[in-house]
């Protein structure tokens, strides 16, 4: 790991974003441009804190979620640094839809269809390695981009890692960025298909169900267990996946 200091730049970012938002997107666009390269630090919490007006707690979230999603390291008594570059391929598959659409400079809006506990059934048994009979939650949100909708996300967790995720306001934040705080991640399975929907999330993306869906199932270890296999359901004709590594 080098001790080089990586001087600071000029900050662009969408004021529009929440304070340590911004300061995290700043680190992100740094990284992923090849700006700030692998093994050196990062400037300093205080310096970032100077560079963007806000208060030295604001910098220290935006890093801690950096940190815990592995694209940065830190360091006790040296400082952080620019994690190894294998990880970036972890923030493409993971990104935040609401962070995603505000990267566009959209209006991210969701709306929870379901929030329930059932049993885990033998095919979700078997993607999480549990019994049958052993309880999962479950939830169904529908995503919209100004207004409309471009994802159907049908997710179920693993009561271990995430117990309180019946409790949670899923109309105010995502899934997502529930189970990245909670439960860190530590690998992923994903897979991209193309089919049509089911009636019902035709229904909620607002499509005829002969039209494709983009679909991106994905499973999520932490904790040493999977926390949670979802399915998203994208109108094609209204959705791309992209991502650079």
Known sequence: MTNRQIPLSAPDTDDRLPAYQR??????????????????????????????????????RAIRELSDEQIVERVQGSG?????????????????????????GHVHRSELHK?????????MGRQFGL??????FHSVVVHFENGEPIQVED????????????????????????LMRVAPLQGVRFVIEACRPPRDVAEMLHMPPEEACLVLRRQTQSQGQVASVAAMWHPAAR??????F
Do not use: C
Request: net charge neutral; charged share 20%.
């Open 115 to 123: 929030l329930e506990r059932t049993k885990a059934g033998e095919s």
């Open 23 to 60: 300061v995290k997107q700043h680190v992100l666009q740094q990284i992923q441009s090849g700006t700030w390269l692998e093994g050196e630090a990062i400037p300093g919490e205080e310096a970032l804190a100077r560079e963007f007006g806000v208060s030295r707690m604001t910098v220290n």
């Open 131 to 136: 019994k049958a009979a052993q309880w999962l």
């Open 80 to 104: 952080t640094y620019v994690a190894q570059q294998k990880y970036q391929a972890t923030l493409v598959e993971i990104r935040n839809i609401a962070e995603e659409i505000a990267s566009r």
């Open 155 to 178: 997710r179920y967790v693993n009561p271990t890692v995430a117990p309180d995720y019946l409790q949670m306001d899923f109309n105010s934040q995502t899934p997502n960025a529930y």
């Open 239 to 244: 959705y791309r996946f992209t991502g650079s």
